[in-house]
């Protein structure tokens, strides 16, 4: 029996907890494990390379990746613990700080031959591969949501949202991915 003067801990909840995974031979959308985001800052006297910050991700392709002029992104699919944290904004200095954003962000992965066509549905970035290569990232709209995508492979993109934002984008997604769901 519970005591009814304390309050439960609030328990955190996948911000697309009930979101099915789309699959079909042209395109896949999957909600991705809300591991970790952080944002890295570098200061402007101290230009800083993305290569120094490769080796503080977790080893995973494009964990880095470029979100404009002297910032990027730390993403992995495992939750960092404060120690864990600790030691990397310490890493980071004094060329660059990190802002830990993972309670935040949401990341959905989007792929197959039909990925491209089916983004085009609702951005105005050029993602071709040949203008869009694996390892570019860009911040764009997708419909009205601003998102930040990094092509993850040939025919493979990784989008991170605002939390607040997932459901929706996601749910634009689902019915960009629509005709291309018919197989």
């Known amino acids: 029996m519970s005591d009814p003067r304390i309050?439960?801990?609030l328990t955190p909840q996948p911000a697309l907890r009930g979101c099915t995974r789309l699959v079909?031979?042209?395109i896949r959308l999957e909600a991705l494990p809300e591991g970790h985001v952080i944002q890295v800052l570098g200061t402007p006297d101290a230009p800083l390379a993305m290569e120094r910050l490769s080796p503080l991700s977790d080893g995973m392709p494009q964990a880095v990746r470029a979100a404009g002029p002297g910032q990027w992104f730390i993403v992995g699919d495992r939750a960092k613990t404060h120690a864990e944290l600790a030691d990397?904004?310490?890493a980071l200095q004094p060329e660059a700080f990190g802002v830990d954003q993972s309670a935040g962000r949401v990341r959905?992965?989007?792929s197959g031959p039909m990925v491209e066509r089916m983004l085009a549905k609702g951005t105005a970035a050029d993602l071709a591969v040949s203008r869009f290569p694996?390892?570019?990232a860009t911040t764009t709209l997708i419909g009205h949501i601003a998102a930040h995508i990094t092509r993850v492979g040939d025919e493979a993109f990784e989008?991170?949202?605002l939390r607040g934002f997932?459901?929706?984008l996601w749910d634009d997604l689902?019915?960009?991915s629509a005709a291309f769901l018919e197989d």
């Open 7 to 9: 309050t439960p801990l």
């Open 24 to 26: 079909s031979r042209a």
């Open 88 to 90: 990397l904004f310490a």
């Open 108 to 110: 959905i992965r989007a």
């Open 134 to 136: 694996v390892g570019d």
């Open 159 to 161: 989008i991170m949202v």
């Open 166 to 168: 997932a459901q929706s």
């Open 174 to 176: 689902a019915r960009m």
